[in-house]
């Protein structure tokens, strides 16, 4: 196993030992240590190069891959029920046989449910921004153990509720780390990345062997 996996969490070595993946992608190579040293990050790279797997990994470290608290610790925002399900399939595969505790929330599901079964304690909370937004305003989730928001394949925020929303829970939260992955950059990812990165320090970051951007910001 080469580096960056090299660096993560043992239990996360032996699930990518499990799953026959020991060789990194130039976008993990790449992105991974840089997420891991707590910095916001907007990144952009092509359709199989790994963001899917990135953003599973970079979370589970964050949380050291254990249970603690009641509240949820990361956040990931996704498009849809259906993207929402196939992304919590593949963090119960990575999270077997540890105590990390993902939930998974959308639009069809009643939002008095969610309430209920997220105050029994959940680590990983997957959800929609217009059910997140949902939860907040009606104080169904705290935000007092947050560490990091991932949106996953971000284009979908050009469709104007979920910007919206997004916009919303973003003055819900006083500190956490954002990773914002997507295809190509668009001029609302980019009002969004200037609206929580305002006072930041930008980075650019470009491998050209490997076609990958990212813009990087100092929280």
Same mark, same amino acid.
């Given at each position: 196993?080469?580096?960056?996996?090299?660096?993560?969490?043992?239990?996360?070595?032996?699930?990518?030992?499990?799953?026959?993946?020991?060789?990194? =992608?130039?976008?993990?190579? @790449?992105?991974?240590?840089?997420?891991?040293?707590?910095?916001? %990050?907007?990144?952009?790279?092509?359709? $199989?190069? &790994?963001?899917? =797997?990135?953003?599973?990994?970079?979370?589970?470290?964050?949380?050291?891959?254990? @249970?603690?608290?009641?509240?949820?610790?990361? %956040?990931?925002?996704?498009?849809?029920?259906?993207?929402?399900?196939?992304?919590?399939?593949?963090?119960?595969?990575?999270?077997?046989?540890?105590?990390?505790?993902?939930? %998974? &929330?959308?639009?069809?599901?009643?939002? /008095?449910?969610?309430?209920?079964?997220?105050?029994? &304690? =959940? /680590?990983?909370?997957?959800?929609?921004?217009?059910?997140?937004?949902?939860?907040?305003?009606?104080?169904?989730?705290? =935000? @007092?153990?947050?560490?990091?928001?991932?949106?996953? $394949?971000?284009?979908?925020?050009?469709?104007?509720?979920?910007?919206?929303?997004? +916009?919303?829970?973003?003055?819900?939260?006083?500190?956490?780390?954002?990773?914002?992955?997507?295809? #190509?950059?668009?001029?609302?990812?980019?009002?969004? #990345?200037?609206?929580? +990165?305002?006072?930041?320090?930008?980075?650019?970051?470009?491998?050209?062997? @490997?076609?990958?951007?990212?813009?990087?910001?100092?929280?």
């Amino acid at each position: 196993m080469t580096m960056p996996f090299k660096k993560l969490h043992s239990h996360i070595q032996e699930k990518l030992v499990f799953f026959n993946i020991t060789e990194p =992608t130039p976008f993990q190579t @790449a992105s991974i240590p840089i997420i891991k040293s707590g910095t916001n %990050v907007y990144c952009t790279a092509p359709k $199989d190069s &790994g963001k899917t =797997t990135t953003l599973v990994l970079t979370t589970l470290q964050k949380l050291k891959c254990e @249970a603690s608290g009641n509240a949820p610790r990361a %956040v990931i925002l996704v498009e849809n029920k259906e993207r929402a399900m196939e992304l919590y399939e593949l963090f119960l595969a990575y999270t077997k046989y540890n105590s990390l505790r993902v939930y %998974v &929330g959308h639009e069809q599901l009643h939002i /008095d449910i969610q309430k209920s079964e997220i105050f029994e &304690g =959940t /680590d990983i909370l997957i959800s929609t921004p217009k059910t997140m937004n949902k939860l907040f305003l009606l104080n169904g989730v705290s =935000t @007092a153990q947050l560490k990091i928001i991932s949106i996953d $394949d971000a284009e979908f925020l050009s469709q104007n509720s979920s910007y919206s929303a997004l +916009m919303s829970i973003s003055q819900s939260i006083k500190k956490c780390q954002y990773v914002i992955y997507s295809e #190509k950059s668009s001029s609302m990812l980019k009002r969004f #990345k200037s609206y929580f +990165m305002e006072y930041s320090k930008t980075y650019e970051f470009v491998n050209l062997h @490997a076609i990958l951007g990212f813009v990087l910001h100092n929280q």
